[in-house]
C-alpha cells in the first residue's frame, strides 16, 4: 500500500491550543535556561526531582488537584492529591533516613507491582537525597540479583510475593541492607523486614527535602537488554528539565488533562512520563495497574476520559490485532493527543490509528540514556507516516559517519545528539569507559541508524546491530517488518539477516497471524510474493516461518538477536528482560 506521504496536522480539529504553535519559531527561540526557571530551584545550583514533582505544587492552586488516579486489575480506585504525594513521600523519606538508614547518594530500588506506594517511595527515595532504580516486577531472580548487585543497592522496597520469588538471592547481596516490605495483602512479613505500612504509620509527615546539587545522581535505570545485557543509565536531578519540557511541548499536556502513560515505572518512559514529566507540569495522571487486554484498556480510556495517551509500538499492534470493531464500541471522544514510544511505530499503525481510532499517532524517538524525548511529531505539525519526526527544540540531532562527521540529509547514517542535554545519562553505572566510547567530536552516538529528509523528518532505519546485510545491500528489519505488516494475515513481524554463502545474509521473518488466520504454506507464498512487489530483491524475505508470538523484552520490543541466536543454534545471551521467561 503506497501511504500518504503525510497527514496533514489537523489544526480546526484541536480542542486546546496546542503547546507548540509553530516548530520553526520555537526552535529558533529556544532556550533552556528558559524552560528551567519555570520550575522550582532552591537556588541557580540545587533542585530535587521529588520536590518539584511534588512539593512545588502546595503553595499553589494544584495543591488538592489529583496527581495520581489508581485503578488496580479487580477494579479498586485510589486517588491522591499533589498534597497527598508531598506528605507521604515525607514519611518515606524519613523511613529511609531513620529507619533504613540511608545517606545521600545511596541506592534503593524497588521490586514492586505497578501500585501507588511504588510512585510515593521514588519520590520519597529522591527527597531523601537517595537514588532510585525500578526493577519489573515480572523479573525473575537472576535478573533482580544482577541489577541490586551491579548498583550495590542499600535498600530493597518490595511486596511479600516478589520477595518470596527471589528469597534465593537475598544472602548473596552483602551491601543489601534493609527490606521494605509494602503489604497491601496484610501477608506474615518476615521477621526482618520492615513493614511499609507500619513504618509509614509512625514516621512523620515533616521531612526537610534534601537540596541536592542539580548534578547530584537520582536516577538508575538499566537499559531494556535488547541488544546485549542491560547497562545501568545514571541521571541527574537535572534531568527533570527535560521530563518536564518535553511532557509540555511533545505530549502537549495543558492544565485540565487526564493523562495516561501506559509504560511500567520498571522502564524509563514509566518514570520519564509516569511520573516526573507530568507531575513537574501539575498534571493529573491515571495509572492502570491491571494487564493488557484491549477490551480492559479501551474502557480505561472511555472510563477516565482520558485526553492524552502515550503508549507504545507493541500496544498499538495488540489493540489492531484485537479487531477494528472493539474501539467502536466505547466513547473514545475525550481522547485528544495520542503518543508513542519504544520501537519503530509500522506506517500500518499510523494508518490504522487514522482509520480506526480517528486519531494520528505521534511517535516519537528516544532512549533510557537520552533521558527524556529526543525526537518527535508534534501536536500541531503534519505526520508523514513511518517518520520517528524531528529533534526537539532544545535538540541537535544529526547523520553522522562511521568517521562521525555529518551527512547531508538523504544518507543514511548513524543517529547522533549534540551533548549537553539536561537529561542526558552521565555515566553508566561502573562502565566508565562504555559510556566515554559513546561520545565522539561533540556527539553522542545513540547504536541507531537513520536518515533525515529534506524537511528535517527522521526516518528510523535499524538498530546498528541489527542492520542486515544481504548481497551488498544494508537492510533495516524495520523497512521489512513494516511491509510484511501491510498484508492482511499479519500481525507482527520479527526479521533477521541468516548466513548465507552466495549472498552474505538472506533475510528470514518470523510472522505471527492475525486471529482467523491458519498457518500454511500457501500463506507463506502468498506473504512472500506480496513482499516481493513491494520491496527490493535484496530486501525481500527469502524464508518465513510461523510462530505464535515474538521473543520481546518486558517493555515490548522484539528481541531480534534471540531470533537469530535461536536460529543458528547459538547462546541466547542475557535474557534477563524476556517476556514470559
Ligand atoms: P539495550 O540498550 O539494552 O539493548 P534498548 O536500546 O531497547 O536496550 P531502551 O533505552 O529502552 O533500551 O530503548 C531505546 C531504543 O529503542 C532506541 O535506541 C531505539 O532503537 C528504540 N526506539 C525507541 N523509540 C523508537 C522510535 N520511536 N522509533 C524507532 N526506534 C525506537
Ligand atoms: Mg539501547
Not at 514509566?270 to 474502557?299: D, L
Request: with cysteine; glycine share 8%; hydrophobic share 40%.
Amino acid at each position: 500500500m503506497d501511504y500518504p506521504r503525510i497527514i496533514k496536522g489537523r489544526l480546526d480539529s484541536f480542542r486546546v491550543k496546542p503547546n507548540i504553535p509553530d516548530y520553526q519559531k520555537m526552535r529558533d527561540n529556544f532556550r533552556w535556561e528558559e524552560i528551567s526557571s519555570e520550575l522550582a530551584w532552591f537556588d541557580n545550583e540545587h533542585i530535587n526531582i521529588g520536590h518539584v514533582a511534588a512539593d512545588a505544587h502546595l503553595e499553589t492552586d494544584r495543591r488538592n488537584k489529583k496527581a495520581l488516579i489508581w485503578e488496580s486489575q479487580r477494579g479498586e480506585v485510589e486517588e491522591f492529591t499533589f498534597a497527598n504525594l508531598a506528605k507521604l513521600s515525607n514519611k518515606f523519606a524519613n523511613i529511609l533516613v531513620n529507619e533504613a538508614g540511608v545517606l545521600r547518594g545511596d541506592r534503593v530500588f524497588f521490586f514492586l507491582e505497578r501500585v501507588p506506594e511504588i510512585f510515593v517511595g521514588i519520590l520519597g527515595t529522591l527527597k531523601a537525597g537517595a537514588v532510585f532504580g525500578p526493577l519489573f516486577s515480572a523479573f525473575g531472580p537472576d535478573a533482580v540479583r544482577d541489577r541490586l548487585f551491579d548498583s550495590k543497592a542499600k535498600v530493597l522496597v518490595t511486596s511479600p510475593s516478589l520477595k518470596r520469588k527471589i528469597a534465593e538471592i537475598i544472602p548473596g547481596l552483602p551491601n543489601l541492607e534493609k527490606i521494605i516490605v509494602v503489604n497491601r495483602k496484610n501477608d506474615v512479613l518476615d521477621a526482618d523486614d520492615l513493614s511499609y505500612e507500619a513504618a509509614m504509620e509512625r514516621a512523620s509527615e515533616n521531612f526537610q527535602t534534601v537540596h541536592t546539587n542539580k548534578e547530584d545522581y537520582a536516577i538508575m535505570h538499566y537499559t531494556s537488554g535488547t541488544t546485549g545485557k542491560p547497562k545501568g543509565a545514571v541521571h541527574v536531578h537535572n534531568a527533570v528539565i527535560g521530563h518536564y519540557a518535553t511532557a509540555k511541548y511533545v505530549l502537549d499536556l495543558h492544565s485540565d488533562d487526564i493523562y495516561w502513560c501506559t509504560a511500567d515505572p520498571g522502564w524509563v518512559t514509566g518514570t520519564s512520563y509516569g511520573m516526573f514529566g507530568p507531575w513537574s507540569n501539575g498534571i493529573t495522571q491515571f495509572v492502570y495497574e491491571g494487564v493488557f487486554s484491549a477490551r480492559q484498556w479501551y474502557k480505561m480510556l472511555e472510563k477516565w476520559k482520558v485526553t492524552v495517551w502515550y503508549t507504545a509500538p507493541t500496544a498499538i499492534r495488540m489493540l489492531m490485532k484485537a479487531g477494528d470493531d472493539l474501539p467502536g464500541k466505547f466513547d473514545l471522544n475525550s481522547v485528544r493527543h495520542v503518543c508513542s514510544v519504544g520501537e519503530p511505530l509500522n506506517p500500518e499503525a499510523v494508518m490504522w490509528g487514522e482509520r480506526v481510532l480517528g486519531k494520528s499517532i505521534h511517535d516519537n524517538w528516544w532512549q533510557t540514556e537520552t533521558g527524556s524525548i529526543m525526537i518527535a511529531n508534534y501536536a500541531i505539525q503534519d505526520i508523514k507516516p513511518g517518520s520517528m519526526g524531528r529533534p526537539f527544540p532544545g535538540i541537535t540531532a544529526g547523520i553522522i559517519d562511521d568517521n562521525f562527521d555529518e551527512l547531508p540529509a538523504g544518507q543514511e547514517g548513524n543517529l547522533a545528539v549534540r551533548t549537553g542535554w539536561p537529561s542526558m545519562f552521565r555515566t553508566y553505572w561502573g562502565k566508565h569507559d562504555l559510556y566515554q566510547s559513546r561520545f565522539k567530536k561533540g556527539w553522542y552516538i545513540t547504536g541507531d541508524r537513520a536518515r533525515t529528509d529534506d524537511e528535517g523528518y527522521f526516518h528510523f532505519i535499524s538498530r546498528a546491530d541489527d542492520v542486515i546485510n544481504s548481497a551488498g545491500h544494508k537492510v533495516g528489519p524495520f523497512e521489512v517488518e513494516s511491509v510484511l505488516m501491510e498484508h492482511p494475515a499479519v500481525a507482527e513481524a520479527g526479521v533477521i539477516g541468516k548466513p548465507d554463502p552466495i549472498t552474505t545474509e538472506v533475510i528470514k521473518a518470523f510472522v505471527s497471524l492475525k486471529r482467523g488466520f491458519e498457518p500454511g504454506e500457501d500463506l507463506k507464498e502468498d506473504i512472500k510474493r506480496f513482499a516481493m512487489k513491494r520491496l527490493s530483491m535484496a530486501a525481500a524475505p527469502r524464508e518465513i516461518d510461523f510462530v505464535d508470538s515474538l521473543p520481546k523484552t518486558r517493555s515490548g520490543k522484539i528481541m531480534r538477536r534471540l531470533l537469530k541466536a535461536k536460529e543458528l543454534g547459538l547462546p541466547l545471551g542475557d535474557t534477563s528482560t524476556l517476556e514470559n521467561d
